[in-house]
């Protein structure tokens, strides 16, 4: 316990004083990093699953991609370094929104409760900022916990200092249902583009080519209490600013069949990538839990039974 309080003081300090430094300085880190990262981050991993993903694309294009997405890698890095000190007029310069307006105007008391899905785009961190946008709004997320509880701390502080509450996945459903029982208007943003493990996969999409298992609780959750679903699309304008439109996925998710809104919500992720793919995570390994194995492993399980 004193070491992780140690780890994260010592962390937070530095992070900070670096977060102070002007602007085109943090991106001269980023670029003199980039080509380092490069070389010895996941360049194999990154390469196949472009290759994989874009079997149209010749060997030109792949490479311009790549190129592009490790320079916007780097500066992501340094970008939610400079989080730690941005003031709100400098967030919300930086990040802006539209759509939320609208999507708002679809609360009520009887539904207070408004689920967001979004995907590992362009600055998804700056994203808990929206609390800026709407003061009177409940905006939380749901995170996946970091295994250094010092770094996990680190993160946790850093996207809730906009106002927000971060919810950990295991707690998620409790949470939110709690959230709509006591009628406070909420909104939610939930990653949906990541693996799930074996045990929490229950249906496959495609993606990119692929089939792609999927998280569905945003579906479920949304199922259960019959509250509105939007879709966060993420832009960037130019280097360091970046945009987020909701748009509506399943305003009655009572009425849409089983496993429709995540589908759909794949597909409006695809379609974003497509005309971004740099602004991707392209190191995370999408899709090594295959829909063959995933079937082999319920055939068995049966059989035990």
């Not at 010895?40 to 792949?62: A, G, M, T």
């Not at 994203?127 to 770094?151: D, G, I, M």
């Not at 298992?213 to 699309?233: N, R």
Request: include cysteine; charge should be positive; proline fraction near 4%.
């Amino acid at each position: 316990m004193a070491l992780n309080k140690i780890t994260y003081t010592i962390t937070y300090a530095v992070l900070y004083t670096l977060s102070l430094l002007p602007w085109k300085i943090i991106y001269l880190i980023s670029d003199m990093a980039t080509p380092i990262v490069r070389k010895y981050y996941r360049r194999e991993i990154v390469r196949r699953q472009l290759r994989e993903s874009f079997p149209e694309k010749n060997d030109e294009e792949l490479e311009t991609i790549e190129r592009n997405f490790y320079r916007h890698f780097c500066d992501l890095f340094v970008e939610i370094i400079k989080q730690f000190s941005m003031s709100r007029e400098e967030i919300m310069q930086h990040m802006t929104f539209s759509g939320h307006e609208e999507m708002m105007s679809q609360c009520n008391p009887q539904q207070p409760l408004m689920l967001v899905m979004l995907g590992h785009m362009a600055n998804w961190e700056w994203v808990a900022s929206l609390q800026y946008w709407l003061p009177r709004v409940h905006c939380t997320q749901v995170y996946h916990p970091l295994y250094n509880k010092a770094f996990d701390r680190l993160f946790i502080n850093l996207r809730q200092q906009y106002g927000g509450e971060t919810i950990k996945m295991r707690q998620a459903v409790r949470r939110l249902l709690q959230l709509h029982h006591e009628g406070r208007i909420t909104v939610c943003g939930m990653i949906a583009d990541q693996q799930p493990k074996w045990d929490a996969i229950h249906h496959f999409s495609t993606l990119l080519n692929h089939d792609s298992a999927v998280f569905v609780g945003t579906e479920q959750i949304a199922k259960k209490v019959g509250c509105k679903v939007y879709y966060a699309s993420m832009t960037q304008p130019r280097r360091g600013y970046y945009h987020c439109h909701f748009t509506p996925l399943a305003l009655n998710p009572k009425d849409e069949p089983d496993y429709n809104i995540t589908d759909r919500y794949m597909q409006m992720l695809e379609a974003d990538i497509q005309d971004s793919p740099e602004l991707w995570l392209w190191t995370h390994i999408r899709w090594s839990r295959t829909k063959q194995q995933w079937e082999e492993r319920q055939k068995q399980e049966r059989n035990k039974k």
